[in-house]
Nanobody, 125 residues
Framework: QAQLVESGGGSVQAGGSLRLTCATS????????MAWFRQAPGKERERVAS????????YYLDSVRGRFTISHDNSEKTVSLQMNSLKPEDTAMYYC??????????????????WGQGTQVTVSS
């Protein structure tokens, strides 16, 4: 019954910004991990950023730290990813994912139970 729907993807020039938003429904655990993954053709799906809904602890992939910011809005039940100073290597399909948690966020995609359909981000040089 839980659904995650991404929006905000598109095409931008290098150095530009995009804000991705994941809207959730039917998913209201007391404690959960919300994450953004990305996957480029021929490459493994990698975790870009994640946040614990209780406490707000965050994780960022080294290559995006300082440029991307993940946030969670409890009242609107959304998770967003603000992406600044975009680079061509950021080009990928971006996915919203979630899992319930009694601890921290898991690292690998197979460990996430809920997924959105993905939104394409293309950064041109």
């Amino acid at each position: 019954q839980a659904q995650l729907v991404e929006s905000g993807g598109g095409s931008v020039q290098a150095g530009g910004s995009l804000r991705l938003t994941c809207a959730t429904s039917g998913f209201t655990p007391i404690r959960a991990c919300m994450a953004w993954f990305r996957q480029a053709p021929g490459k493994e799906r990698e975790r870009v950023a994640s946040i614990i809904t209780e406490g707000g602890s965050t994780y960022y992939l080294d290559s995006v730290r300082g440029r991307f910011t993940i946030s969670h809005d409890n009242s609107e039940k959304t998770v967003s990813l603000q992406m600044n100073s975009l680079k061509p290597e950021d080009t990928a399909m971006y996915y919203c994912a979630a899992h319930t948690s009694t601890g921290g966020c898991r690292r690998y995609a197979p460990e996430y139970r809920y997924w959105g359909q993905g939104t394409q981000v293309t950064v041109s040089s």
